[in-house]
């Protein structure tokens, strides 16, 4: 079975924190995987897309890696702000057999205090 | 470019109507996918389209629910017969094509069936 699984479920931190966020998926064999954020109420707004031949990603102070053997991705945040506060949401794309959906975890819901 | 829109932006409609949701991709986008978000759980694939066509409604409940994406005009999900259980946050993603392509979402519909 194709699952995401993101650790901590929740997380608070102080401001100008370094942080990283956890995503784990079940089966190698993935197309790409993308990080979201998700405000309360709102919908989801597309922060990196990792490619399966990819390392890592960056945008601005937000830096996406992927290692594919070890099932895992992790979304690292530089000095944090309080209005990086939101859900952050990892999806994998697993790739021709899945068809061409998303697979989603349940997200870290990440709390950053002034 | 406008992004994915969807409306309505809130859906109330009593046990039994039905529910209709649009979803118009981002201008050049022909594949358009649904997915809801029940409260308190993460977001589920529910059906992926590109015009004309539906390719994968795996997600999708077999009774009630439909989904169109005709040549012209939005993508359309239908609930008959709306159920309690039915309401949740229903967001459309685009993609330019398939499997590479990054997925851009709406901000969602959120029905509620009273």
């Known amino acids: 079975k194709q699952e995401v699984t993101q650790i901590p479920a929740a997380l608070s931190v102080p401001e100008g924190e370094n942080l990283v966020l956890n995503c784990s998926f079940t089966?190698?064999?993935?197309?790409?995987l993308q990080w979201f954020r998700q405000d309360p109420g709102k919908g989801l707004t597309s922060l990196l897309l990792i490619q399966s031949s990819q390392r890592e990603q960056t945008s601005g102070r937000l830096n996406a890696s992927l290692d594919k053997s070890s099932g895992r991705s992790t979304l690292y945040i530089a000095a944090s702000q309080p209005g990086d506060s939101a859900t952050y949401l990892c999806?994998?794309?697993?790739?021709?057999?899945?068809?061409?959906?998303?697979?989603f975890g349940e997200g870290t819901q990440l709390t950053v205090n002034p | 470019n406008a992004g994915v829109m969807q409306n309505p932006r809130h859906l109330v409609r009593r046990r039994g109507q039905e529910a209709r949701l649009r979803c118009s991709p981002m201008?050049?986008?022909?594949?358009v996918y649904w997915y809801r978000q029940l409260p308190e759980e993460g977001l589920k694939f529910m059906v992926y389209l590109q015009k004309e066509n539906i390719i994968d409604e795996s997600g999708m409940p077999k009774e009630r629910f439909s989904a169109e994406f005709p040549k012209e005009g939005p993508s359309i999900l239908r609930i008959q017969q709306v159920v309690r259980g039915d309401s949740a946050a229903y967001f459309c993603a685009s993609s330019l094509t398939g499997l590479g392509n990054e997925a851009f979402f709406g901000q969602g519909t959120r029905l509620t069936v009273v």
């Open positions: 999806a994998v794309r697993y790739g021709e057999t899945s068809g061409s959906r998303l697979t």
């Open positions: 201008k050049g986008h022909s594949h």
């Open positions: 089966d190698s064999a993935i197309y790409n």
